[in-house]
């Protein structure tokens, strides 16, 4: 079952909670007063998704899930407060590294949206914490039905890195890892509303954030998860850009590890080569001609000489 725990002082607040959640089958609702009961909880059961109150008697929400922190990592952490002021926002992700912020009062759709991709990070961790091939790909293909428009990119991206990797010198034993994190890659967009992933216009600078989150998040789960350094770095760094305007550490050149910079070539290439919600896949040439001017601005310019074959061979099988 899956154990969502709530902590709050107030009575009003846990009726709530529990109306909200009252026809979610599939959760385990469980109510905790203040923040020794919840430690309590924790200790004792496996708990999917912590959700509490900031501004309670004795321990502070903050406090508690930075010690939920200790005790079980892999809990994702969420806070709630009628106090929704920057600082606290910020020592929430600082000190405990909340998954999300809720304020109160709280809209009913938004808290049980917010909870349950709370429940998918979790069940996420769980399944790549047995690293099995099967379990992985699934995870990734379980991922792409949030966007309909990269169906197959996951697997299209394994297959043109690990190419591309090849012909530069990667061991098999790096193989795998690569195809691990092309499958992977953009796994932290589990926690991104569909509404922005599929969203037909240019996504608002609120919206953008969100998005370029998504390498954290995803390396986050990877981490905990226990997968390879690799694996990690494709994730975490696959949006960085080779003259260092990329995301998310504004990494350049080889500060990039070169499993990022394989599958940054390889995903570009097929989100080029592929419909997107907001247009048609470009022809081959046009594909070729926007990489080339992209190249050491985005690329490595050794990559890309060796990617030329690669992308020929794709559209002769096409």
């Known amino acids: 079952m899956k154990t969502v725990l709530f902590v709050d002082d107030e009575i009003l607040i846990q009726r709530a909670v529990q109306r909200v ?12 007063s203040d923040g020794d009961e919840a430690l309590d909880i924790i200790r004792t059961k496996e708990v999917w998704v912590v959700v509490t109150d900031n501004q309670m008697p004795g321990l502070g929400g903050i406090e508690l899930l930075e010690r939920v922190r200790h005790i079980s990592p892999a809990t994702v952490r969420i806070m709630m407060t009628a106090h929704a002021d920057l600082k606290t926002a910020i020592d929430a992700i600082n000190r405990s590294e909340a998954f999300r912020f809720v304020t109160k009062p709280w809209d009913n759709d938004d808290l049980r949206s917010v909870v349950r991709q709370g429940v998918e990070r979790y069940g996420l961790i769980k399944t790549l914490s047995r690293g099995e091939q099967g379990a992985i790909r699934s995870i990734a293909q379980t991922i792409e039905l949030k966007d309909p428009y990269t169906r197959g990119h996951c697997d299209r991206v394994a297959e043109y890195a690990s190419a591309l990797a090849r012909r530069y ?3 098999e034993e ?15 967009k589990i926690g991104v509303p569909e509404s922005v ?8 600078q609120a919206d953008l954030e969100i998005v370029c989150r998504h390498p954290l998040w995803g390396a ?12 990690v770095n494709i994730i975490l760094y696959h ?3 080779y003259d260092g305007s990329g995301y998310p550490a504004g990494l350049k050149g080889e500060e990039i590890p070169i499993e990022a910079r394989i599958v940054a070539i390889a995903d570009v ?6 419909d997107r919600p907001y247009r048609k ?33 794709v559209r002769a099988n096409a």
């Open 269 to 274: 290439f097929d989100a080029l080569y592929s």
């Open 197 to 204: 992933l599929n969203s037909p216009e240019r996504l608002g």
């Open 21 to 32: 959640f009252a026809e979610e089958e599939d959760i385990c609702l469980l109510i905790a």
């Open 281 to 313: 896949a470009y022809a081959f040439d046009r594909v070729v001609e926007i990489m080339d001017e992209m190249t050491e601005t985005s690329f490595d310019p050794r990559l890309m000489e060796l990617f030329q074959p690669v992308a020929e061979e």
């Open 220 to 231: 986050e789960v990877a981490r905990q998860a226990g997968l390879s350094p690799m694996v």
């Open 169 to 171: 010198g990667i061991p």
């Open 239 to 241: 949006h960085e850009k």
């Open 174 to 188: 790096g193989i795998v890892h690569i195809t691990y994190g092309s499958w992977l890659h953009d796994c932290g």
